[in-house]
């Protein structure tokens, strides 16, 4: 019964987005779950007021009870004589070798389709959106939704979630969104002058020879609370000159709540009896986790143990370089 009201739905709710964006859709699959159904859309752009006006014209068409006919056709061909405007997976249809059942929702969608359905929408009570998400970059969504004493329960989930980020917020109903919007900006902000703050900070530190020759430097820094993206730039930038012999071993802490410690261990081209990726694997017996390539490895280490960590591996790469 609920999987017959869930897909008669679904058909109600894309006729909705295709009348919105003026084009046929194609619906890839439609899940059925315990608490909830997914339909699987292909479509390039989806914005989250076309769902929700999708979602209004569903329950208004629920609430005036559009009724719903089923009609069978020989062929896909005779289905489209009848029905120009058909939407159709033809390809899953193809193989069925069946006749062509189309469904009708008076004066709104018709699709080809084999599921069992509501002889009246109506029958659905209440249709709810719970969740839009984009899948990869295949020009497809994921659309959960809910139907009747389903979507009623979802109803009163979602709002005592929002409820909880409310006080949490310090907010209200009709203050919430503009709230977030202010943190969002704020973070935004944060995390620029964090990234300025570290880029400062690692154009400070000052090289140390590491041989008599005075060819070979050695970038060592023990770091806390600043950008990891800017870090591993850094350490990019400073390994990635073919001319210089550079070994940049940086470590960073977070923050004081952080048991670990984030290890950045990398070399230039020019010093290839150092692999990086080995000498990282050997410190196992530390609890360090991690590796990479020969010329940059990434890890962690309990932040207790970086001092032991960055003695064993300055030790190691002073007898590769004799």
Request: net charge neutral; proline share 2%.
């Given at each position: 019964?609920?999987?017959?009201?869930?897909?008669?739905?679904?058909?109600?709710?894309?006729?909705?987005?295709?009348?919105?964006?003026?084009?046929?859709?194609?619906?890839?699959?439609?899940?059925?779950?315990e608490?909830?159904?997914?339909?699987?859309?292909?479509?390039?752009?989806?914005?989250?007021?076309?769902?929700?006006?999708?979602?209004?014209?569903?329950?208004?068409?629920?609430?005036?009870?559009?009724?719903?006919?089923?009609?069978?056709?020989e062929?896909?061909?005779?289905?489209?004589?009848?029905?120009?405007?058909?939407?159709?997976?033809?390809?899953?249809?193809?193989?069925?070798?069946?006749?062509?059942?189309?469904?009708?929702?008076?004066?709104?969608?018709?699709?080809?389709?084999?599921?069992?359905?509501?002889?009246?929408?109506?029958?659905?009570?209440?249709f709810?959106?719970?969740?839009?998400?984009?899948?990869?970059?295949?020009?497809?969504?994921?659309?959960?939704?809910?139907?009747?004493?389903?979507?009623?329960?979802?109803?009163?989930?979602?709002?005592?979630?929002?409820?909880?980020?409310?006080?949490s917020?310090?907010?209200?109903?009709?203050?919430?969104?503009?709230?977030?919007?202010?943190?969002?900006?704020e973070?935004?902000?944060?995390?620029?002058?964090l990234?300025?703050?570290?880029?400062?900070?690692?154009?400070?530190?000052?090289?140390?020879?590491?041989?008599?020759?005075?060819?070979?430097?050695?970038?060592?820094?023990?770091?806390y609370?600043?950008?990891?993206?800017?870090?591993?730039?850094?350490?990019?930038?400073?390994?990635?000159?073919?001319?210089?012999?550079?070994?940049?071993?940086?470590?960073?802490?977070?923050?004081?709540?952080?048991?670990?410690?984030?290890?950045?261990?990398?070399?230039?081209?020019?010093?290839?009896?150092?692999?990086?990726?080995?000498?990282?694997?050997?410190?196992?017996?530390?609890?360090?986790?991690?590796?990479?390539?020969?010329?940059?490895?990434?890890?962690?280490?309990?932040?207790?143990?970086?001092?032991?960590?960055?003695?064993?591996?300055?030790?190691e790469?002073?007898?590769?370089?004799?």
């Amino acid at each position: 019964m609920h999987n017959k009201l869930a897909h008669t739905a679904e058909h109600a709710f894309i006729g909705a987005l295709q009348q919105i964006l003026g084009i046929t859709l194609e619906v890839r699959k439609v899940e059925h779950h315990e608490k909830d159904s997914n339909a699987f859309i292909r479509l390039s752009n989806l914005d989250l007021q076309t769902v929700t006006d999708a979602q209004g014209k569903v329950n208004s068409l629920i609430q005036t009870g559009r009724k719903i006919k089923t009609y069978s056709f020989e062929t896909m061909d005779d289905a489209k004589k009848h029905f120009p405007n058909l939407r159709a997976n033809e390809t899953r249809i193809g193989l069925s070798n069946q006749p062509i059942r189309v469904i009708e929702i008076e004066g709104h969608d018709v699709a080809a389709c084999a599921m069992d359905h509501a002889s009246n929408l109506s029958e659905c009570e209440f249709f709810l959106v719970t969740r839009v998400s984009r899948i990869g970059g295949a020009g497809e969504y994921e659309i959960s939704f809910a139907v009747q004493n389903q979507a009623k329960e979802a109803s009163i989930i979602l709002s005592q979630k929002i409820l909880k980020v409310c006080q949490s917020l310090g907010a209200n109903m009709n203050t919430v969104e503009n709230t977030v919007k202010k943190l969002i900006e704020e973070r935004t902000m944060y995390e620029e002058k964090l990234k300025r703050l570290t880029l400062g900070y690692l154009d400070n530190i000052k090289p140390t020879a590491m041989d008599d020759s005075g060819k070979i430097y050695l970038i060592q820094e023990i770091l806390y609370g600043l950008d990891d993206e800017e870090i591993l730039s850094f350490v990019g930038k400073k390994t990635s000159e073919s001319r210089e012999r550079n070994v940049v071993m940086l470590i960073h802490i977070p923050s004081d709540k952080e048991k670990n410690a984030a290890v950045v261990f990398a070399r230039s081209p020019l010093l290839s009896q150092i692999d990086c990726n080995k000498l990282f694997r050997q410190l196992s017996s530390l609890g360090a986790k991690g590796g990479g390539k020969p010329d940059f490895a990434v890890g962690v280490v309990s932040k207790d143990k970086k001092h032991q960590l960055t003695n064993y591996l300055l030790a190691e790469i002073r007898k590769l370089l004799k």
